[in-house]
């Protein structure tokens, strides 16, 4: 049997819980335990606010049956973890992703595709990062300098994140995650060693990313035939961009294969398939707030956001200004 939820679902089963059940109060300030659903398994959740931007999961919980989310088009930090036990795996835009126990993947900040994620019932334990951009950039640059060439992957902003799935998790991840769980330390020490340890967990994930000299794509490969086929999934993703195909999908459609599609789509716009899409569906929605026909939830729809907060949030990251203060001014105008 697999239970099937919207995220909103999800989230209200554990604000519904058990009323002779409270959270587990702990004796460090930026700590939670977090008991699990008890329709939906056994087990727990243990939360830390490492610094503002940066907070820590481990779980450890047993599913009584299969669980599929459904998740909306959203804004996602750089997240990455361990899986310890139990099998996990996404299904986006015709692309499905598995990680099993003993398995990492990383995710890139950016715009998360609609979709689902399934975890199989039995026991999952394992950890899981989450890191704000903003953080990313703040630490790893400075203000005078782009983002360093090891994070470009993964800062995406406006544009469709980045996943690195199936990463080696290797002996060096696996000691630093058991350290993670097992902190000896209490309070303003645990906060600390609890940073130090995400931090250098984070590094050895970056290390698996540096590019392969054997395996990267030469631009030069892409003949005129090529180019034409690209310039001809671009036509048929803005013709059909209220209900756009799936990555595959478009490259069967055009006789390309999905990875060269990728990359030579980048290579002739600058951008990624859904990246364009993307682009494409703000000047849209600018258009139509211009025009001041819709509201800004009828503007939403009607460039493919069922969720106006998603599209507010777009809307800014795209133009610097929130959809309602735009279409105020141009009425004003």
Not at 259 to 284: A, D, W
Not at 307 to 319: G, I, L
Request: hydrophobic fraction near 35%; glycine fraction near 6%.
């Amino acid at each position: 049997m697999t239970i099937t939820l919207s995220m909103t679902e999800y989230w209200e089963l554990f604000a519904e819980r058990s009323p002779n059940y409270q959270d587990s109060i702990t004796p460090n300030y930026f700590e939670y335990c977090q008991q699990f659903p008890e329709n939906l398994g056994r087990g727990y959740t243990r939360g830390f606010t490492l610094c503002d931007g940066v907070w820590l999961d481990i779980y450890d919980y047993a599913l009584q049956d299969n669980l599929s989310l459904e998740m909306p088009v959203r804004e996602h930090p750089v997240e990455f973890g361990i899986q310890l036990a139990g099998d996990f795996w996404s299904n986006t835009d015709g692309n499905s992703i598995q990680i099993a126990s003993g398995e990492s993947c990383l995710y890139g900040s950016g715009i998360a595709a609609k979709g689902t994620s399934n975890w199989q019932l039995g026991h999952h334990f394992g950890v899981c990062i989450h890191i704000e951009v903003d953080v990313l950039q703040a630490f790893f640059s400075h203000t005078s300098e782009e983002v360093p060439p090891e994070l470009q992957p993964l800062i995406k902003e406006s544009d469709w994140q980045n996943c690195f799935p199936n990463l080696k998790v290797t002996p060096a991840m696996q000691l630093i995650t058991q350290q993670i769980i097992n902190c000896p330390y209490q309070s303003l020490t645990k906060q600390m060693y609890l940073q130090s340890k995400v931090l250098e967990l984070f590094v050895l994930h970056l290390e698996q990313l540096q590019p392969d000299k054997k395996t990267q794509f030469n631009d030069n490969k892409l003949k005129q035939e090529d180019i034409e086929r690209i310039h001809q999934a671009k036509n048929i993703l803005l013709t059909r961009c209220h209900n756009p195909p799936s990555l595959l999908e478009l490259s069967r459609e055009v006789g390309l294969n999905d990875f060269k599609l990728k990359i030579g789509f980048r290579h002739c716009f600058g951008t990624t398939v859904f990246g364009y899409l993307h682009q494409h569906r703000m000047e849209q929605a600018k258009q139509l707030l211009e025009q001041g026909n819709l509201t800004i939830t009828g503007v939403a729809r009607a460039v493919g956001y069922a969720n106006r907060s998603h599209f507010a949030a777009a809307f800014k990251r795209k133009f610097g200004v929130n959809p309602s203060i735009y279409s105020h001014s141009q009425q004003c105008g």
